[in-house]
Nanobody, 125 residues
């Protein structure tokens, strides 16, 4: 089993930036990849980005492409989400989770369980 702990959220103005981190612990050698997801108030959880470990292939939702960048550290146990040009519609709780195959790398289906606490991102003027 792999556990994930997200951090780095906060409040920023539109156009600002934040960098989220996701630390994985446990049997990280079993990971195919990791992904970032978010859930805004009153909305379903949605996929944001994914990265294959250790190759580094990345994928992004259309809504964040060109603004967000997913990356991983050299130990392959931490994944980052650099978020630039943030907009109010990016406000959500952001989560990370494992990616089990190529379909999940590109966002579907979402993981069924093993969700962490998430980290709140608020974009407001």
């Amino acid at each position: 089993q792999v556990q994930f702990v997200e951090s780095g959220g906060g409040s920023v103005q539109p156009g600002g930036s934040l960098r989220l981190s996701c630390a994985a612990s446990g049997n990280t050698f079993s990971l195919y990849g990791m992904g970032w997801y978010r859930q805004a108030p009153g909305k379903q959880r949605e996929w944001v980005a994914g990265i294959k470990i250790p190759v580094g292939i990345t994928a992004y939702a259309e809504s964040v492409k060109g603004r967000f960048t997913i990356s991983r550290n050299s130990a392959f146990n931490t994944v980052f989400l650099q978020m630039d040009s943030l907009a109010p519609e990016d406000t959500a709780v952001y989560y990370c989770n494992r990616v089990n195959d190529l379909r999940q790398l590109y966002g579907s289906p979402l993981p069924r369980d093993n969700w962490g606490q998430g980290t709140q991102v608020t974009v407001s003027s």
